[in-house]
Structures are given as C-alpha cells and as structure tokens.
C-alpha cells in the first residue's frame, strides 16, 4: 500500500476505532456510519484528504491484510480494536477449541496470574495462530511470549468471544485459569 493509503488507512481507524468526534461522526451502536459521513469528516479533517473518495476507502479495504474495515449497504465501520467508551456491540459466537494472545514477557507474566484484559480497547484480541499472534506479540517486543487460550473451556464457563475477519477473535475478560504459557 502506497504512503497515501497508509495515511488514510491510519486517519480511518482513528476516526472509525477511536475518536469519531474529531472528525464530527457519531457511530450506531455497532460502530457503522455512512460512507458519505466518513468521507466528509475526513475532508473536513485535514486538507490531505480534500478528494478522497469511495473509491480510496474502497483500496484501503482491500488492500489491507489485517481487514480493518467493512463495507455494507453505503455504510461503513472498523470491525475490531475500538477504544471508544460506548461497547461496541458484538454477536457472540463459538470459539476454536484454542486461542493465542502475543505479548511482551512481563505482561504475560501478570496475565498469568490475574486475567487478559482488554486493557484500552473494548476487547480482548486473539489469534487463530500461533505465527499470527507471534507478530502481534512483536509490535511490542523483539522477543514475544506466546500464551495459549482455552477458549472453548472459557465459552463454556460464560466467556463471551466474537468472531471477525481474517482469523481474529475478539472477548471478553478471561480469567487466568483459561490461559497457559505456549512459548517465550
């Protein structure tokens, strides 16, 4: 992706994960606002925008790997990673048998004794894979640890966990005894 998608791509997530209001947008409560209102926004935003169209918010999805963004019916959200203080809402679905989270070593240390928290987003986020959450795990540090999430254990406990693209999961706050240790 070209600077200016990337550009675009960042200033989307900001709008549609974390700070709508900046850009005069108010999401329904599951995160969705019309395409013309994004495009808008960001025109009004910032100058480097000022001929952005669908066509752009259109490349940016497809061109993105990690699937940020959908679009449906002239409507338009983030599907994951939103610090916004309303919850965006979410349908609960059935787990994988087992989940992995990427972190740092010391954060997996006290998830290990207390819980994975969604810490500043909405949910927690999880990997379908061990090298997918690897690369989570290395925005953070050069040597990730890798834990392990009996996900269908916590489901069966009352753990909520989300489905969304590309193989991420998204839940709710799982207690330590659902997670172990796979590799530091």
Do not use: C
Not at 11 to 35: C, F, S
Not at 154 to 165: D, L, Q, R, T, V
Request: aromatic letters at 8%; a positive charge; hydrophobic letters at 35%.
């Amino acid at each position: 992706m070209n600077k200016k998608y990337t550009n675009l791509s960042k200033t989307m997530a900001h709008a549609l994960r974390h700070a709508p209001q900046n850009y005069g947008l108010i999401l329904d409560e599951k995160g969705w606002i019309d395409v013309d209102k994004l495009i808008e926004g960001l025109k009004d935003h910032s100058q480097r925008f000022a001929d952005v169209t669908i066509y752009d918010l259109e490349k940016v999805i497809k061109e993105s790997p990690k699937k940020r963004f959908e679009i449906k019916d002239g409507k338009i959200r983030a599907t994951y990673g939103h610090s916004l203080p309303s919850k965006i809402k979410k349908k609960p679905a059935l787990p994988p048998e087992i989940l992995y989270h990427g972190t740092t070593p010391i954060a997996a240390e006290n998830i290990l004794k207390t819980a994975l928290k969604p810490q500043g987003r909405q949910y927690v986020h999880l990997s379908l894979d061990i090298k997918s959450a690897y690369e989570v795990g290395l925005r953070r540090t050069k040597n990730p640890t890798i834990l392990k999430v009996l996900a269908q254990e916590a489901h069966n406990a009352g753990i909520n966990f989300y489905s969304e693209k590309a193989g991420i999961w998204l839940s709710d706050r799982i207690p330590a005894k659902f997670i172990v240790k796979f590799l530091q």
